[in-house]
């Protein structure tokens, strides 16, 4: 479980390995039925909490989900 502190703490400092980091994005691309433009998948881009928040709110406040 990730606290609210540690919403800016770079991924890896949290465990999260390039594994676990593309398992992450495979889920929030399921749960959110959106899919990540390949720009934002490399960790430098997407390496906290708060860096994935902001482009999930993103990518949903600009697009269409998958499967409607």
């Known amino acids: 479980t ?5 919403i800016d703490i770079d991924l890896n ?12 994005i495979v889920a929030l691309e399921e749960t959110f039925k959106i899919e990540f433009p390949d720009e934002y998948l490399i960790p430098s881009e997407m390496g906290t909490v708060n860096k994935i928040s902001n482009i999930v709110l993103t990518i949903l406040k600009n697009t269409i989900p998958k499967g409607l």
């Open 2 to 6: 990730i606290q609210m502190n540690q």
């Open 13 to 24: 400092s949290l465990g999260i390995d390039s594994i676990k980091f593309i398992q992450l």
